[in-house]
């Protein structure tokens, strides 16, 4: 009888170290911004999106669907998130270029989602 107590006071101890309940999400639209006129799908388009933590490089990516929406779930931490899209400029551009290089800066927390828009530049 105490093996089976202690054995089912491990697998519940398992269990919860596997959760993810250190991770959070990021989710948002890949699209089109600017440019002489909006197309007619309201610019969304489709590629990937990766999020770079800041602390130690590691890389997390999704592909994204035609409907440029995405979502993409990754532990706590501060990340740089582009996009890339082969629509724009070849896949060889990230979206968004800003001043200070390229990616929108965000800070993902335990059970949190937070959005994030990725506009690619139509000049």
Known sequence: MRRAV??????LVLAGCSSDSTKG???GKLHFEGGVAAPSNGGVINGNVTAVRKSDGKT????VPGSGVFTLSVPSGEYTVTGTSPLYQSG???????????????VVNAGQTVEVDLPCQIM
């Not at 202690?6 to 697998?11: E, K, M, Q, S, T």
């Open 92 to 106: 060889l551009l990230p979206c968004p270029i800003t001043m200070n290089g390229s990616g929108a800066t965000v």
């Open 6 to 11: 202690a054995v089912v006071a491990l697998l």
């Open 25 to 27: 999400s990021i989710t």
């Open 60 to 63: 997390f990516t999704v592909v």
